[in-house]
């Protein structure tokens, strides 16, 4: 049997390997995942719940050895890996909670009830930034409203994956979650196989082609995709706090978070103490390997990575933007904390998703100017906006799911987590976004 090697970033070094899934392999998956989804449906919203959390209590031990797995697997340091595993320990708890109460029948007349019924299938998808966490966000209420998973994790992060899964199945029923390994060819195969619903996490191209695939099936989908991000910082913006958000922003999880500030626009009147600021915090930042403390960028997840932000980077320089610290030709596998002024339109840093440890600034003489530039973009998962009075004003005409005034996106707990135009179909997160892993009936009698 074909095997799929898992390989550490930092030193291109095999660290384990899974078994491939073969396309062939899919109907007999399915036919478990059927199998148990039967028997799941059946059980109560407190019972699902309650083997749900015994489940993850098996997570509890494995705690510091699933942290290291994904610092090795994907690179982030040991620090931010342990929180990773931390709040996916932890959701069970309010999450299962949260989807409960979300998917609890409900009485709208006295003839009228309205139910929240399994979809079957859920084939789920996820990406390797947060290998842990954003397979965890859908698997929750995608086991809680009573279907049975199929996931395929990102080929980067197989091992992540299968610890995870091995954890929950000591206590789940056989089948109820099961594991697909492989890289887009089986994540095609399994979104065209008779599944009922594709809950995916992952980049816009990736999503386009799922949504595609899974049109003649008429699937049900939920998406998160990527973001282009764009910050704000109005004249009479704390310069300080902007900045030190600014620099955090782009530089965490060494910039390879769907919401990480991508481009920001500064009023040119402040422009420079902004920019100086800027320097000082990203001077702090330091790169290494996972494992030595005090790193807080790590290298790069693979060489195709690498590469994509060197590119962008490159063609920023020959468009005729200044590198006010790092540059452009980074050996692998660091990509150097980088901030670069002088951004323009034409540019990929600007047009495109780059996913690296970049801060890349652009002056603006009027604030429709910048609002514009925020808004020309396809995607439009997150937006930030610094600013004084005004602030709110210029938030209302950001188009993106989460906007942040002063502050970074998301909210409170219980807030949906949600992409406007092409970062997102569907949602996750809030009863709402709950809901969209049930079948919705509605009983009259
Ligand atoms: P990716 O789209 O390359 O891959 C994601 C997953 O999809 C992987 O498991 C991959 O094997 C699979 N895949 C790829 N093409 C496929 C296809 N045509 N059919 C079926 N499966 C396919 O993304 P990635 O590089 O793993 O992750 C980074 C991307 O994810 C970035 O764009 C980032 O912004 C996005 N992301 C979004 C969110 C969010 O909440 N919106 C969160 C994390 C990451």
């Avoid at 199998?35 to 993850?56: D, G, H």
């Avoid at 009922?196 to 998160?224: C, D, P, Q």
């Avoid at 991000?229 to 704390?238: E, F, R």
């Amino acid at each position: 049997m074909s095997r799929l090697i898992s390989y550490d970033p930092l030193t291109r070094s095999a660290i384990g390997d899974v078994a491939l899934t073969e396309a062939a392999q899919l109907p007999e998956l399915l036919r478990q995942a059927r199998l148990a989804q039967t028997a799941w449906a059946v059980l109560t919203l407190a019972q699902r719940q309650q083997q749900l959390r015994l489940a993850y209590q098996c997570l509890i031990p494995l705690q510091d050895d699933l942290a290291k797995l994904i610092s090795r697997e994907m690179g982030k340091d040991l620090r931010r890996a342990g929180y990773e595993v931390g709040g996916t320990i932890h959701s069970a708890a309010y999450l299962t909670a949260e989807v409960g109460a979300a998917l609890a029948s409900e009485l709208i007349g006295p003839d009228t009830q309205i139910q929240y019924r399994p979809l079957g299938v859920v084939a789920l998808i996820s990406p390797w930034n947060y290998p842990l966490a954003m397979a965890n966000n859908l698997l929750i209420p995608a086991l809680m409203a009573g279907n049975s998973v199929i996931l395929k994790p990102s080929e980067e992060t197989p091992l992540v994956a299968q610890k995870f899964v091995d954890a929950l199945n000591t206590v789940l029923p056989a089948g109820l979650l099961q594991i697909a390994h492989g890289d887009e060819k089986i994540g095609q195969a399994l979104v065209q196989a008779d599944i009922n619903m594709i809950a995916f996490t992952g980049s816009m191209a990736a999503g386009k082609h799922i949504m595609a695939n899974a049109a003649a099936g008429l699937k049900r989908l939920v998406m998160e995709l990527g973001g282009n991000d764009p910050m704000i910082v109005m004249a009479d913006a704390d310069v300080d706090a902007a900045a030190r958000f600014a620099v955090a922003s782009s530089f965490e999880n060494a910039g390879q978070m769907c919401t990480s500030t991508e481009r920001i626009y500064v009023d040119a009147g402040i422009a420079r103490q902004f920019e100086e600021r800027v320097l000082a915090y990203a001077r702090q930042y330091r790169v290494g390997p996972w494992d030595q403390p005090g790193v807080n960028i790590g290298p790069v997840v693979n060489p195709r990575q690498h590469q994509h932000v060197l590119q962008q980077l490159q063609d920023a320089r020959a468009k005729g933007a200044q590198f006010l610290l790092g540059s452009d030709d980074y050996v692998l596998p660091y990509i150097q904390p980088t901030v670069v002024t002088g951004l323009t339109r034409e540019m990929q840093l600007e047009q495109e998703e780059t996913f690296g440890p970049v801060v890349a600034i652009s002056h603006f003489q009027h604030i429709q100017e910048a609002i514009q530039r925020a808004n020309e973009s396809d995607y439009g998962l997150g937006a930030v906006v610094f600013g004084g009075a005004g602030a709110p004003e210029v938030a209302q005409q950001l188009e993106a799911g989460m906007v942040g005034i002063n502050q970074g996106v998301g909210g409170a707990g219980g807030a949906p987590w949600v992409g406007a135009k092409h970062s997102g179909y569907g949602f996750h997160g809030s009863a709402a976004g709950h809901r969209q892993f049930a079948q919705v009936r509605v009983l009259s009698q």
